[in-house]
Every structure is written in structure tokens, then in C-alpha cells.
């Protein structure tokens, strides 16, 4: 399948092709529910997009009111729905029922089933991820596409583990584990890292996954910044004091710019000043997404203006 155009609308080379879960979060508390789109992969995309990087998405979703709804949200900042994408009977959802202490129990209505993918064109970053890595049938497609496409492009992985919808630890850690040796820069968060590797600090988790082949990992720690290590050296890039309305969407956020700053960077490899670079900007994005309510991410406009401020101040 050629993603980059369909037999009768062509579309622009793609910067950058996410591959995953696109669906609807629904949030209730007592007699209030509210719905909006959402699923990680989806927000690195959209976030991307309104970064001005022209993006993909390969996802599985319905021709349903929820699918219609996540396209026009998508479309709206530019994502491409990539052909192939509304393949399911239904639209995924994730319910989070918001207790009286504050407290969120979630529930998933998610299948996950993605076509066997051969590209005949290439993005510069394929970025993938989430729900979509580990949950069969898709999760197969995913893998067989990051084998394809790692000799080609640079691949970025983020787990964003989801306990409820894994199956045990070491078979988690296993898919994990076999899909790293694909990529190039591999994101997570403390709570990924802690759950993947328990007991182990961050520094070892970040050489462990380097040690399987990735060239660039990422360990995010919201308040205390965050950790980029390479097998020659590691820099830790502090947080962005702000105030915080929620968290909702801060480390896809913080993905997007990071994946935003691999496709500018002014050099090929990560220099200690090529990381505080990323660093720097990724935690600027983060800190601009918390400050609002929801998945909210910055514009160019935005995050360039925060990172100018920055550098004045």
C-alpha cells in the first residue's frame, strides 16, 4: 500500500507516519460525561500537525459518529488519515469514571486490527506506539511494518503502558522488548519505566533499552524534568515551572515536539547539545499543554514564543 496518496486524491510526502490507536475518551463524574478524542498515538499526530509537520495517521476506527468525530478533529490541524483506517465495525472508547476523592477507574471498548502494511514510499520518522504495540491481531502489523520500515526511516516508540489491557508482565516485556531492537529513540515515563523494570533506577532502565539497539532513550519525569540517554552520555533537561490545570496530554505533548525536533535538528547524531535541544523544547511543549484543560497541545507559534521567553529569561 502506497500511504502517501489514494487512486483519487494524492497527498503530500509525509514528514512523519504515526501508526495507532485513534478512539474517544469519555470522562464521567456523577450526572457529567464528557467525550473527546483521543488515544495516544492520535495526539502525537495531532500535536505534530500543529507543529506544522505534515503527518499521517494509520489507525483502525469505524465510519461511525465517533470515527466521523475524530477525523474532523484530526483533519482540522492537518492530520492525514492515512487509507486503510476505517476498517472496524465500531470506534474504540476509554471510560474514566472520576470517583468523589478524585480518583479515575477506567474502562476500554477497544479492538485493535490493522491490515498487513507494505509501503512503497517511506517517512522520514514513523512514530508508533501505545495500545496499538501490544494488543493482537494489529500489534502484529505494527511489528511486521517496523521491520520493514527500520532500514528506511528513523523509528520512534513510545509503550505508554496500559496495564489493563496487557496480557502478563514478561509477555508485555517481551513484545516491548522485541519491537525496541526497531528503533532508533524510545520514549517513556517514569510509571512505564517502573512497571516495565521494577526496582530499577532510571538510569539503569535507560541503558537497558539502549543495550537492546536503540540509539536515543527518553525517560520523562514530570515535575523533576527529564533523563536522554545514549550510549556515550546522558544529559537530564529540567521541567518548565508552570501552573497545572490537568495533565491530560502532556507526555504525547511532549512526544510531538520531541519528534518535531529530530526532523530539525542541525546534525545527524545526539551531541550533548543536540539532547538539551530536544530536551528543552519537549519540556516547553509539555509545560504549554498542562497549563489547559484536555489534550490541548501547542502551535509552532506557541512553543517558539515559550522557548523564546525562555532563552530572554
Not at 197 to 219: K, Q, W
Request: net charge negative; aromatic share 6%.
Amino acid at each position: 500500500m502506497d500511504y502517501l496518496k489514494t487512486a483519487d486524491q494524492p497527498h503530500p510526502q509525509l514528514d512523519v507516519m504515526v501508526v495507532g490507536e485513534a478512539l474517544i475518551d469519555v470522562v464521567t463524574s456523577g450526572n457529567h460525561r464528557v467525550e473527546h478524542p483521543g488515544g495516544s498515538p492520535a495526539n502525537v499526530a495531532y500535536g505534530l500537525a500543529r507543529l506544522g509537520v505534515t503527518t499521517g495517521l494509520l489507525t483502525a476506527m469505524a465510519p461511525d459518529a465517533w470515527g466521523r468525530r475524530i477525523e474532523e478533529h484530526l483533519s482540522g490541524a492537518g492530520v492525514v488519515l492515512l487509507p486503510g483506517s476505517k476498517r472496524l465495525a465500531r470506534t474504540a472508547s476509554a471510560t474514566a469514571t472520576v470517583a468523589a476523592d478524585g480518583s479515575a477507574h477506567y474502562d476500554f471498548d477497544i479492538s485493535w486490527d490493522l491490515a498487513p502494511q507494505t509501503p512503497a514510499l517511506f517517512p522520514k520518522i514513523l512514530h508508533t506506539g501505545s495500545i496499538a504495540t501490544f494488543l493482537a491481531p494489529g500489534a502484529g502489523a505494527v511489528r511486521s511494518l517496523l521491520e520493514q520500515a527500520h532500514r528506511h526511516c528513523v523509528i520512534t516508540y513510545d509503550p505508554n503502558i496500559r496495564p489493563a489491557l496487557l496480557g502478563s508482565h514478561a509477555e508485555a516485556r517481551a513484545i516491548f522488548e522485541d519491537l525496541v531492537r526497531f528503533t532508533d529513540v524510545v520514549k517513556l515515563s517514569d510509571e512505564d519505566a517502573q512497571w516495565l523494570y521494577p526496582g530499577n533506577s532510571v538510569d539503569e532502565t535507560a541503558a537497558r533499552i539502549l543495550g537492546l539497539g536503540t540509539s536515543l532513550t527518553v525517560i520523562t519525569r514530570g515535575a523533576e524534568g527529564s533523563y536522554l540517554s545514549t550510549p556515550g552520555f546522558d544529559v537530564t533537561v529540567p521541567a518548565v515551572k508552570t501552573k497545572v490545570a490537568d495533565t491530560i496530554g502532556a507526555g504525547d505533548s511532549f512526544m510531538s515536539a520531541l519528534i518535531h525536533g529530530l526532523l530539525n535538528r542541525d546534525t545527524e547524531g545526539f551531541a550533548p547539545a543536540v539532547l538539551e535541544q530536544l530536551g528543552r523544547a519537549a519540556a516547553a511543549a509539555a509545560a504549554i499543554t498542562v497549563q489547559r484543560p484536555g489534550a490541548n497541545p501547542p502551535s509552532l507559534e506557541e512553543l517558539t514564543a515559550r522557548l523564546e521567553s525562555q532563552r530572554v529569561g
